[in-house]
């Protein structure tokens, strides 16, 4: 028998965590960190900026606060998979929505709460539920399309963002409140004109260095009171319209027809995580996000289409083969639009309307072998490697083709989250990629478009306020002349 005693494996140890201290960032000042150094409307901007200078993964200090900058997009995937236990959205957006007299509702809920708001809201929001509710979108389209006839035949400029706002909110208002508010045919004094002023006071609040709204307004605060005076009272209106009709027909309330039903009849259930509360907060949060994120993301696709005739061309061509007829729209031949999909998404790529998320650690944890302590925030990067040539084939084109085929010269579809990602991942994604398709096919098929612009024709310029939008721009249509 050999009796050499044999050496036994030596115990491995995982390295050492890094520390945020010890990773590049920009220089900072005492007190202010790098606040300074970030315009807030081209906040996004100025940190990819850093991320080509510094990496991956770089601090930055918010104020004396000091943040994780994450920009691979695997790394990024991970933690926003680790939510709500680990990571949660930071704490200070929930109070500047409180502060403005906004109630919250999904998108800040946390914990047993958001589980249970999450899953009213994803039944609701489920292919099947979208598919049921596709001819009232089509419905939507067809009254927006009259209202693009009536500009065409007038010669006159179409304000982008405003109709395209009417669009998106009539749809959400009848798919999850059961309300038809017909903003299309709407004057002047719309839901939205309150919404914009709502939308760009919360991404100015969380990004004030200094909360000087608590001792004295400024015109625009007042101005924002208003407007959340006024949506709040939308709100209970439509609540009001929800409660009368599930008084008449008490069956909605076991076979609820909308997300607001089947939230009215949770929030008097016991332990069921919804109240009133809840459902007030719900309502201006399906507003908040299904509105400015969609409208702005086909303003961007409709802005790259232009500048690039030869992908408006072969989408055309595949509208007219698939879906000629508006009035005559199935989701089957929605379906067939695969090349439009592909510009959709490649638009989503270039230009999305959510370019970063920011999260905050519940306890201390680590990130890609960085320890990260509890409260840090820790910034997401949606838009870095999604643009970088090492990750992407000619990252800078726009190249529809590249989502349409797998293998070689494919795109890594994981590269690009317009959506987010993890259990927190936009639940309205199915209803906006369809109103996307929707109101394309139909300006596709019917339209040439003459330009879509900025005023002074220069570049359409991002602004980052709430999501990331195209400064102004103003579209011109003419009929077809087949049509
Ligand atoms: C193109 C249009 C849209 C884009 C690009 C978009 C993008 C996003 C993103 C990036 C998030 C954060 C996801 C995360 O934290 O991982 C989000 C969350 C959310 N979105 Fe969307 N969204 C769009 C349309 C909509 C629509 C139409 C609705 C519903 C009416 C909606 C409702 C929500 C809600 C409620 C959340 C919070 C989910 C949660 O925290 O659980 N979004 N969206």
Redesign the pocket.
């Known amino acids: 028998m050999d009796s050499t005693p044999t050496a036994l494996p030596l115990p491995t140890f995982p390295p050492p965590l890094r520390t945020i201290e010890s990773l590049p960032g920009p220089r900072r000042w005492p007190l202010v960190g790098n606040v300074l150094q970030i315009r807030p409307l081209r906040l996004h901007q100025d940190v990819e900026a850093w991320c080509r200078e510094y990496g991956d993964f770089f601090q930055m200090y918010m104020g004396p606060e000091q943040a994780l900058v994450v920009a691979d997009h695997d790394v990024v995937a991970q933690v ?1 998979k680790q ?1 709500p236990d680990t990571f949660r ?1 930071p704490a200070l957006s929930e109070r500047i929505m409180r502060e403005m007299g906004c109630v919250p ?5 946390e914990g047993q709460d ?1 589980r249970n ?2 899953r009213m ?1 994803m039944h609701a ?1 489920s292919p099947q539920g979208i598919k049921a509710y596709f001819p009232s979108l089509v419905k939507v389209a067809l009254r927006l399309q009259q209202r693009w006839d009536r500009a065409a035949q007038d010669e006159r400029t179409i304000v982008l963002s405003d109709d395209l706002k009417r669009y ?1 909110v009539d ?2 208002a009848g ?2 409140f059961g309300t038809d508010v017909d903003t299309i045919n709407g004057g002047e004094e719309v839901i939205q004109r309150h919404l914009d002023v709502i939308l760009p006071a919360i991404a100015r609040r969380t990004l004030s260095f200094v909360a000087y709204w608590r001792v004295f307004k400024l015109p625009q605060d007042r101005r924002l009171e208003h407007s959340v005076a006024t949506v709040r009272h939308a709100i209970q209106d439509l609540i009001g319209q929800a409660r009368t009709r599930m008084a008449r027909e008490p069956e909605r309330a076991a076979h609820p027809a909308n997300l607001l039903e089947a939230m009215l009849a949770a929030a008097g259930q016991p332990g069921s995580g919804v109240g009133d509360e809840a459902v007030v907060g ?1 309502v201006l ?3 908040l ?3 400015d ?2 409208a ?3 303003a961007w696709l409709l802005y790259q289409l232009q500048r690039h005739p030869e992908a408006l061309a072969r989408a055309r061509d595949e509208v007219l083969r698939h879906a000629p007829d508006p009035a005559a729209f199935t989701m089957e031949q929605m379906d067939k639009l695969e090349y439009l999909n592909g510009c959709i998404q490649e638009s ?1 790529r270039i230009k ?3 370019p970063f ?1 920011p ?1 905050e650690a519940m306890h201390d944890t680590s990130v890609a072998g960085i320890h990260v302590p509890a409260r840090t925030l820790v910034w997401c990067v ?1 838009r870095h490697h999604s643009m970088a040539d090492s990750h992407v084939e000619q990252a800078a084109q726009f190249d529809p083709q590249r989502w349409l085929h797998e293998g070689p010269g494919a795109i890594d579809r994981k590269v690009a ?13 199915y ?3 369809l ?2 398709k929707v109101v394309m096919a139909m300006l596709l098929g019917r339209y040439d478009i003459d330009a879509v612009a900025t005023p002074d024709g220069k570049e359409a310029e991002e602004l980052m306020a709430f ?1 990331m939008s195209p400064i102004g721009l103003a579209m011109r249509l003419r009929r077809q002349r087949w049509q």
């Open positions: 926003l939510r959205r509702g999904l998108f800040d809920a958001w708001q999450r809201v929001f998106t749809i959400i798919l999850a719900n949060t399906m507003l996000a299904g509105e994120t969609t702005n993301s086909i989503m999305p309307v959510a998320i999260v949606l989250m317009p959506f987010g990602a993890g259990p927190r991942i936009c639940p309205g994604r209803l906006a990629l109103e996307m999501v």
